[in-house]
């Protein structure tokens, strides 16, 4: 299987944090992690056992571009990791493997996601980050349509309004106004 990422390299079978079975890249030091497999390892891993993974740790790399799967050959679909972080994880839906591109095992972990990353495959995680993204442009366009004080005035009547014990009525008289 040739590398879905930098397409240099045949895939290499290897043991990845503590004895997960993946095919890696030599060149580009990514991961092929089938689900079932990732899965099994999940649930018989322990909190030590998680924390004596000893990876490089390096700088996350993102493939930027669609992934095709080495193994069955369909386009891979990426998936948010969360609303912070801008790196994706590539599944294939038709075989059930993922690519973890370098150094985005690091990320994983610090997002405590190491033993439930397959949540992310679901359309409610996936949802849920479209909307934080949303929200936070949103704030984001205020921010640069008010100046610091008003803007600040505005998030503390947001915060009072939903405080209030007559927040409905409140908002009811604002929708009229």
């Excluded at 849920?128 to 921010?143: D, G, P």
Aim: net charge positive.
């Amino acid at each position: 299987m040739q590398c879905p990422s930098c397409k240099k390299s045949a895939l290499v079978p290897t043991k990845f944090a503590d004895g997960l079975p993946s095919f890696t890249c030599p060149s580009c030091e990514g991961h092929l992690i089938e689900i079932l497999s990732y899965r099994f390892w999940s649930e018989r891993a322990s909190v030590t056992a998680r924390d004596s993974v000893n990876l490089v740790a390096s700088e996350p790399t993102d493939s930027k571009h669609a992934l095709v799967c080495p193994q069955c050959q369909k386009v891979m679909t990426k998936f948010s990791l969360s609303g912070s972080a801008t790196n994706k994880i590539d599944l294939c839906g038709n075989c059930g493997r993922f690519w973890i591109d370098r150094g985005e095992w690091a990320l994983v972990r610090s997002l405590n996601l190491d033993t439930s990353l397959t949540q992310i495959f679901n359309e409610p995680w996936q949802k849920a980050i479209r909307q934080s993204q949303a929200s936070l442009a949103k704030s984001h366009r205020l921010r640069e349509t008010l100046n610091a004080e008003e803007y600040q005035r505005l998030v503390d009547l947001r915060e009072w309004i939903n405080g209030h014990p007559a927040k409905a009525a409140i908002l009811d008289f604002l929708r009229l106004s």
